[in-house]
């Protein structure tokens, strides 16, 4: 599936195991992030991802997610411009509550994402 020009997949879609080679990567508000987030994501708010490329594996398969899904696209289109084989999660973070995936918080409180 494809938005546009930009590879997309719907949250169900996600790998279930995430690894070295299988990132999420959360670009979401640190706020948005410590009320909750997918177990194993890397977190780098998406106005850092410039300056923190070097933080993500560039032979990695990278899916990029947001709360609704505008600003992983942006990301995605970024990303694989610069080499990277990435994916936007379609719906972003809502979905992937939707749809039953696996949630934590920061400081052990209740994740949510809506």
Same mark, same amino acid.
């Given at each position: 599936?494809?938005?546009?020009?930009?590879?997309?997949?719907?949250?169900?879609?996600?790998?279930?195991?995430?690894?070295?080679?299988?990132?999420?990567?959360?670009?979401?508000?640190?706020?948005?992030?410590?009320?909750?987030?997918?177990? /194993?994501?890397?977190?780098?708010?998406?106005?850092?991802?410039?300056?923190?490329?070097?933080?993500?594996?560039?032979?990695?398969?990278?899916?990029?997610?947001?709360?609704?899904?505008?600003?992983?696209?942006?990301?995605?289109?970024?990303?694989?411009?610069? /080499?990277?084989?990435?994916?936007?999660?379609?719906?972003?973070?809502?979905?992937?509550?939707?749809?039953?995936?696996?949630?934590?918080?920061? /400081?052990?409180?209740?994740?949510?994402?809506?």
């Amino acid at each position: 599936m494809s938005f546009g020009d930009v590879p997309s997949v719907p949250a169900a879609e996600v790998p279930a195991e995430l690894s070295d080679s299988v990132i999420l990567l959360d670009v979401r508000e640190d706020e948005e992030w410590a009320e909750g987030h997918a177990p /194993g994501a890397l977190h780098i708010p998406m106005v850092d991802v410039p300056a923190r490329m070097a933080e993500i594996d560039m032979d990695a398969e990278v899916y990029v997610v947001c709360r609704s899904g505008g600003r992983s696209m942006r990301v995605v289109e970024y990303l694989n411009q610069v /080499g990277f084989d990435a994916v936007n999660v379609v719906d972003g973070m809502v979905a992937w509550q939707k749809c039953g995936r696996p949630l934590t918080a920061d /400081g052990g409180g209740s994740a949510k994402i809506y």
